[in-house]
């Protein structure tokens, strides 16, 4: 059973910065970032996993550009830079992470077996 735990969630303005991180009790081979706003369902952010020893990266749309995903793989930490936040970027933040390899439709989540208890990002215009 692999357990994640988040932080570095907090408040910020609008074009402000932020780091997630997410420590992984074990490694895992896929991990990813997803947020869920209220009243909305939950979305893919990032995704990482490595390859022949380089990190493979996808973003969605809405923040390509302004976050960037990154992995210590000897901490098993995952994080998540967040520059020129947006309100709408406001949302609770989860690390998601699966021994198996990274499934093509990963930013739906089912590919995910293990979840943190989120992070909570406001971003205040």
């Known amino acids: 059973q692999v357990q994640l735990v988040e932080s570095g969630g907090g408040s910020v303005q609008a074009g402000g910065s932020l780091k997630l991180s997410c420590v992984a009790s074990?490694?895992?081979?896929?991990m990813g970032w997803f947020r869920q706003a209220p009243g909305k369902q939950r979305e893919g952010v990032a995704l990482i996993y490595h390859l022949f020893g380089n990190g493979i990266t996808q973003y969605i749309d809405p923040v390509k550009g302004r976050f960037t995903i990154s992995k210590d793989i000897v901490k098993n930490t995952l994080y998540l830079q967040m520059t020129s936040l947006k309100p709408e970027d406001t949302a609770m933040y989860y690390c998601a992470a699966d021994q198996r390899s990274c499934s093509p439709d990963w930013y739906r989540g089912a590919a995910f077996g293990y979840w943190g208890q989120g992070t909570q990002v406001t971003v205040s215009s």
């Open positions: 074990e490694y895992t081979l896929c």
